[in-house]
Nanobody
Framework: QVQLVESGGGSVQPGGSLRLSCVVS????????LAWFRQVPGQDREGVAIIDSDGRTNYADVVKGRFTISQDNAKNTLYLQMNSLKPEDTAMYSC?????????????????????WGQGTQVTVSS
């Protein structure tokens, strides 16, 4: 059974940085794509970033140049480095895994169904 556990959320002032982590267990790293999503209550879930089995990445336009997704296969951990945070980045952030190796090349990756999800970690950006 694939399990994902996020950590690293918290409160930060605008312009600050946070790094989210997601420990993934029970999966084969080179056969999955991993992604970060976020959701604000009352709004649709939004795809933030994805990394596939070949290390290719894709980002939502609103976070390009500020956020970086990466993974450490030795630690079975997915990361999201978030810099230059804005109040509009406030949301519950969740990591997700899908047994499809090459999803980062799909233009519609953020609208595809992911099978496995973490419980989420809250990020709040305010002064």
């Amino acid at each position: 059974q694939v399990q994902l556990v996020e950590s690293g959320g918290g409160s930060v002032q605008p312009g600050g940085s946070l790094r989210l982590s997601c420990v993934v267990s029970g999966y084969r790293p080179h056969t999955y794509s991993l992604a970060w999503f976020r959701q604000v209550p009352g709004q649709d879930r939004e795809g933030v970033a994805i990394i596939d089995s070949d290390g290719r990445t894709n980002y939502a336009d609103v976070v390009k140049g500020r956020f970086t997704i990466s993974q450490d296969n030795a630690k079975n951990t997915l990361y999201l480095q978030m810099n230059s945070l804005k109040p509009e980045d406030t949301a519950m952030y969740s990591c997700a895994a899908e047994p499809w190796a090459t999803m980062a090349t799909m233009a519609d990756w953020a609208r595809r169904a992911f099978t496995y999800w973490g419980q989420g970690t809250q990020v709040t950006v305010s002064s």
